[in-house]
């Protein structure tokens, strides 16, 4: 284990990791700061869907 956390590959790992988790940090923001306009383009879809 203690080898696993010292490879350089473990350590690519985490970066990725942490970049996917700013990026879902920043999308859930987006969502939250755009969430009316979201609820009204979802809404038109569905009302032209039926």
Do not use: P
């Amino acid at each position: 284990m203690v080898q696993f956390l010292k490879s350089e590959e473990a350590q690519g790992l985490v970066e990725y990791a942490l970049i996917i988790a700013v990026i879902a940090i920043a999308v859930i923001v987006a969502m939250v700061f755009f969430r009316d306009q979201l609820i009204n383009y979802f809404s038109n879809i569905g009302n032209n869907l039926t």
